[in-house]
C-alpha cells in the first residue's frame, strides 16, 4: 500500500493531491504566485482534509522542471525538506513525462509544451502509442524547430499554453489540435507510485535526492528593466 503527496508549482500557481493506492483522497489547485508563502500552509490543508498526518506517508513526488526557475526550486525545496524530515523517498518527475502521461493521443503524435515566457517552449515529443518506451528528452525550441522536429506529423500539443502555440504551429504547416493543462498532480502520484516505493529509495540513495531540470540558464531582470539569460 502506498501513499503518497504528490505536488507542482513548476509550471503555474500550485497543485496537490493526496493519493492512497491510486485513489485520490484530498486535492487542491490555486493560481497564482507566492508560491513559496503558499505551498506548506496549502499541503497541510489538503492532508487535513485527507485525514492523514506527515507520519502516514510513504512517498513525496514532485515535479523537478522543466518550468518556472522559481517554481522548480520552491517545490523541490518543499520536497526535499519533507522526505528528509519524514525519512521517507522522493520521486522527481519532469514535467513533460507528466503532460506525456495525461495525454489522450487521438492516433497523433503527442508534444508536451510549456511556454518558457521568453519566445520559446519547453518541449517534449513522444509517439501516442510509444509514451511507455522510456522517457522523451525535454528541449527548448521556438515553433519553427519545433515544427521541423515533427516533421510533417499530426500532433497533440498538451500543457500550459497549448492555445497559443497550436496557431503558431498550424501556421508553420503542422496538423496540430490543443489540449490546455498543468501538470495533473494525480498523475504525478501514479507516475512515482508505479516505479515502486523502495526503487526510489534506492534511487535517491545511490543518486542522491532529485535535482531541478533546468534547460538554459537562469533569466533575470537587471535594475534597467531588460532581461537577460545566465549560466
Not at 492512497?20 to 492532508?47: F, S
Not at 512517498?59 to 524530515?85: E, N, Q
Not at 495525461?102 to 501516442?128: H, N
Not at 501556421?171 to 495533473?184: C, H, K, M, Q, R
Request: net charge neutral.
Amino acid at each position: 500500500m502506498s501513499l503518497v503527496l504528490a505536488f507542482d508549482c513548476a509550471v503555474s500557481g500550485l497543485g496537490i493531491a493526496v493519493v492512497r493506492d491510486g485513489a485520490r483522497l484530498a486535492g487542491l489547485a490555486e493560481g497564482g504566485r507566492d508560491q513559496a508563502a503558499r505551498l506548506l500552509p496549502a499541503i497541510e490543508t489538503v492532508l487535513g482534509e485527507a485525514g492523514v498526518g506527515r507520519r502516514d506517508l510513504s512517498l513525496i513526488a514532485v515535479t523537478i522542471g522543466p518550468g518556472s526557475f522559481t517554481g522548480v526550486r520552491v517545490g523541490l525545496a518543499a520536497a526535499r525538506g519533507l522526505a528528509v524530515g519524514l525519512g521517507v523517498p522522493l520521486a522527481g518527475l519532469a514535467t513533460t513525462s507528466v503532460l506525456l502521461a495525461q495525454a489522450t493521443p487521438r492516433g497523433r503524435a503527442v508534444v508536451a509544451a510549456i511556454d518558457s515566457r521568453l519566445g520559446d517552449w519547453f518541449c517534449a515529443i513522444a509517439e501516442g502509442q510509444d509514451r511507455d518506451k522510456g522517457e522523451p528528452a525535454p528541449f527548448v525550441a521556438a515553433v519553427p524547430e519545433l515544427a521541423l522536429r515533427l516533421g510533417g506529423r499530426a500532433c497533440l500539443v498538451i500543457g500550459s499554453g497549448a492555445q497559443t502555440l497550436v496557431p503558431q504551429l498550424v501556421a508553420a504547416g503542422v496538423d496540430a489540435v490543443a489540449e490546455e493543462a498543468l501538470p495533473d498532480p494525480v498523475v504525478i502520484a501514479g507516475l512515482a507510485a508505479d516505479a515502486g516505493v523502495e526503487a526510489w529509495r534506492v534511487r535517491n540513495k545511490s543518486e542522491g535526492l532529485p535535482r531541478p531540470l533546468y534547460l538554459r540558464g537562469v533569466s533575470i531582470t537587471l535594475p534597467d528593466g531588460a532581461r537577460r539569460t545566465v549560466d
